[in-house]
């Protein structure tokens, strides 16, 4: 059982690091790493001539799930799509349809918040969002914490890159699982 685990863990880490290579190997992402300095731009010259950025839509599909805990009854394969507006303030909000851990469909509305903490990688991000999860149904209700009516409350942290239109992005799924998503921003 343990070689399991360790076998699990190893392909986790490796789609993981391969998503963030092939990501971070392109060029610098073309949009700008932080809002501010063009919103400071804008106001020493007035406002004239420069818009405030724009908002970005992010769609994003799952490419890989590792339980932490395996159970012959999980699935990893959860086919989800996920529509997330990315605000020029940082706020994020979505919608999210998937498979759960047990192959029950499952919806997930969620707002949050994005941060690049690092200067010298601007592709780099952090994502906290909090939102809602529906399909926590029958026999495996029990499985996540507050599911009153199949509805529980959920935070999802993640750690992504973005490069020109595209990003990869680690999400943890409480203590449950991880999840490696792979999108596009438009």
């Given amino acids: 059982m343990l070689n399991t685990r360790i076998g699990c863990v190893r392909k986790f880490v490796w789609a993981a690091a391969c998503c963030l290579i092939v990501a971070t190997s392109s060029v610098r992402a073309a949009e700008p790493a932080d809002e501010a300095p063009m919103a400071q731009q804008a106001a020493a010259a007035g406002g004239a001539g420069l818009r405030p950025p ?18 012959p009854s999980h699935t990893n394969k959860q086919r989800g799509i996920n529509i997330e507006y990315w605000a020029p303030n940082k706020w994020l909000f979505g919608a999210a349809h998937l498979r759960n851990s047990f192959n029950q469909p499952t919806q997930y509305i969620f707002t949050g918040r994005l941060w ?7 592709m780099l991000y952090v994502k906290l969002t909090g939102g809602l999860l529906y399909g926590y149904k029958g026999e495996f209700r029990g499985k996540i914490p507050f599911n009153h009516y199949g509805v529980a409350p959920a935070l999802v942290p993640s750690l992504g890159v973005s490069v020109k239109h595209f990003t990869a992005e680690v999400m943890l799924l409480g203590a449950a699982a991880a999840m490696v998503n792979v999108g596009v921003l438009w």
């Fill in 54 to 71: 724009a908002g970005r839509w992010l769609f994003q599909t799952s490419a890989y799930t590792l339980h932490f805990n395996p159970d």
């Fill in 116 to 122: 690049r903490p690092l200067d010298s990688q601007p």
